[in-house]
T-cell receptor, first 111, second 114 residues
């Protein structure tokens, strides 16, 4: 079954720094990939998704992700983070009628 | 406002006392599911429902039951809660389960079983 893994458990950075969070998926066939964000005390919200087409996907709040099939990766990026980007970030794929989530990466942005 | 509503948001209960966490969506979505979130494990699916009266097990169904008598509601039932069911629970819905359909999540229910 399809699964995703996230490399970083906790990332701490300063405002205006660039962010890149790693995500790898396991399945070599057709894959649908997502990044969700969970702000403190809130529910998950969709940041962006990839189904097909342009491998560089633009999402909300200035986030983007690049699907690299040869590396089985779907890394999330933001050129310049803000304090309000402090949250937990989840990579996910869908298969077998469910979303399979990675363990999540907690991002702390220091002012 | 389109939303998924869970109740209660917080619950502390004792081992063995049956409880129900409700989930309701107002978007006429066919697909609904329950996840639990545990530190270091991400979210894992408990049960899902493709439509009314159609439910199936997810990855971690043991100790849980669900029902889907109406399209909008998908309650999660713990018949005899145990401390290992202490977790953060999320209900989610989407129009259908197919590519390019976004999942909407409820606010979460933090359950503590003592």
């Amino acid at each position: 079954a399809q699964s995703v893994s996230q490399h970083n458990h906790h990332v701490i950075l300063s405002e205006a720094a660039s962010l890149e969070l790693g995500c790898n998926y396991s399945y070599g066939g057709t894959v649908n990939l997502f990044w969700y964000v969970q702000y403190p005390g809130q529910h998950l919200q969709l940041l962006l998704k990839y189904f097909s087409g342009d491998p560089l996907v633009k999402g909300i709040k200035g986030f983007e992700a690049e699907f690299i099939k040869s590396k089985f990766s779907f890394n999330l990026r933001k050129p310049s983070v803000q304090w309000s980007d402090t949250a937990e970030y989840f990579c996910a794929s869908d298969n077998d009628y469910k979303l399979s989530f990675g363990a999540g990466t907690t991002v702390t942005v220091r002012a | 406002e389109a939303q998924v509503t869970q109740n209660p948001r917080y619950l502390i209960t004792v081992t063995g006392k049956k409880l129900t966490v409700t989930c309701s969506q107002n978007m006429n979505h066919e697909y609904m599911s329950w996840y639990r979130q545990d530190p270091g494990l991400g979210l894992r699916q408990i049960y899902y429902s493709m439509n009314v009266e159609v439910t199936d097990k997810g990855d971690v169904p043991e100790g849980y039951k669900v029902s889907r008598k109406e399209k909008r509601n998908f309650p999660l039932i713990l018949e005899s809660p145990s401390p290992n069911q202490t977790s953060l629970y999320f209900c989610a819905s989407s129009l259908r389960f197919e590519p390019n359909t976004e999942a909407f999540f409820g606010q979460g229910t933090r359950l503590t079983v003592v």
